[in-house]
């Protein structure tokens, strides 16, 4: 369903789960290209005035296309670089494509599996918000399952190098809220080889620091190493938002992190070398509400 006679408004973001009371961003719609139901949620896409197509599942922004990139590379490219040559990753979500199109750009992988359980939210994003995804689904590396991707972890053990966790916000009751689990991780983790990785997003260090804390304290009782990484992404409430890498294996030193650079296909928009050196760093009063 499309209204393209409206007149412009404000949709105003849903309530953020672990969201801080008191504040919602509203953004300004030009038109509505698509607002419906799939059997897992509602789906709209926005043109708007500011961050152009916009990508919203059950009233939470989940990407536009002006600024996915920081997303993508935050969330595929930062993890690929903490492993020297990764063979294999498995994307679960990631319907709009824009993981697949940064993990085609990691030269080593040969085997790229993506789970996304709601074919509604891929046929759309190819329709309407095709850049982001580049083609990247017409490749011949890319193996799309339909399938929720908590049972096609269960039966995929010491399989992969990387795992991306490109999930809808963990909403109570929602597809995604198992995947935000410690029982998840820890299946999650059966499912790397030694030394893998598994990358996620947190949700907003500024509006959300109860789910960066809960994720990080969960995942620490499953993994050796849990770094978390701010990035400012400003579709996600115009805030700092964190991005988690957990691994049994240190992150990368700087000198193996510019050689491992090389395994990249063309060049970063967002993460630069220059840009790697300052991840992780969190100002006091930060690191003070996180307890970090």
Same mark, same amino acid.
């Given at each position: 369903?499309?209204n393209?006679a409206?007149?412009?408004?404000?949709f105003?973001e849903a309530?953020?789960?672990?969201g801080?009371? +008191?504040? =919602?961003?509203?953004v300004?719609?030009?038109e509505?290209?698509?607002?419906e =139901?799939?059997?897992y949620g509602?789906?709209? $896409?926005? @043109?708007?005035?500011f961050?152009g197509?916009m990508?919203?599942? @059950?009233?939470i &922004?989940?990407t536009t296309?002006y600024d996915?990139?920081?997303?993508?590379?935050?969330?595929? &490219?930062l993890?690929?670089?903490?492993?020297?040559?990764?063979?294999?990753v498995?994307?679960?979500? *990631?319907?709009?494509?824009?993981?697949?199109?940064?993990?085609? =750009? $990691?030269?080593?992988?040969?085997k790229?599996v993506?789970?996304?359980?709601d074919t509604?939210?891929?046929d759309?994003?190819?329709?309407?918000?095709?850049e982001i995804? +580049? +083609?990247?689904? @017409?490749d011949p590396r890319?193996?799309? &399952?339909?399938?929720d991707?908590?049972?096609?972890?269960r039966k995929?053990?010491?399989?992969?190098?990387?795992v991306?966790l490109d999930l809808?916000?963990?909403?109570?009751?929602?597809?995604?809220?198992?995947?935000?689990?410690?029982?998840f991780?820890?299946e $999650?983790?059966?499912?790397?080889?030694?030394g893998?990785a598994?990358?996620?997003? *947190?949700?907003?260090?500024t509006f959300?620091p109860?789910?960066?804390?809960t994720l990080i /304290?969960?995942l /620490? /009782?499953v993994f050796k190493?849990?770094d978390?990484y701010?990035?400012i992404v400003?579709?996600?409430q115009l805030?700092l938002f964190g991005?988690i890498?957990?691994? @049994?294996r240190?992150?990368?030193k700087?000198a193996e992190v510019?050689?491992w650079?090389?395994n990249i296909e *063309?060049?970063?928009?967002y993460l630069s070398?220059?840009?790697?050196?300052t991840? +992780?760093?969190?100002?006091?009063y930060?690191?003070k509400?996180?307890?970090?």
């Open positions: 369903m499309t393209s409206e007149e412009p408004f404000y105003t309530e953020l789960p672990y801080k009371e +008191g504040i =919602r961003i509203s300004l719609v030009n509505t290209l698509l607002d =139901r799939s059997e509602r789906i709209q $896409v926005f @043109d708007t005035a961050f197509k990508l919203v599942i @059950d009233g &922004i989940q296309v996915e990139f920081i997303y993508h590379e935050m969330m595929v &490219i993890p690929s670089l903490r492993i020297e040559k990764p063979q294999s498995l994307i679960i979500g *990631g319907g709009d494509g824009g993981a697949i199109k940064q993990a085609l =750009r $990691v030269k080593s992988l040969k790229i993506v789970a996304e359980i509604t939210v891929i759309v994003s190819q329709k309407f918000l095709p995804s +580049g +083609g990247a689904f @017409d890319v193996e799309l &399952i339909i399938q991707g908590a049972e096609y972890v995929h053990k010491a399989e992969f190098d990387l991306v809808t916000d963990p909403v109570p009751g929602s597809p995604a809220e198992y995947l935000f689990s410690e029982e991780y820890h $999650v983790k059966d499912a790397l080889k030694p893998g598994v990358a996620l997003h *947190g949700g907003s260090i959300q109860a789910e960066v804390t /304290r969960r /620490r /009782r190493y849990v978390l701010p990035a400003p579709a996600y805030s991005f890498n957990a691994s @049994d240190p992150r990368a700087t510019e050689r650079m090389q *063309g060049q970063n928009k070398s220059e840009v790697y050196e991840l +992780g760093v969190l100002p006091p930060i690191q509400e996180l307890g970090l």
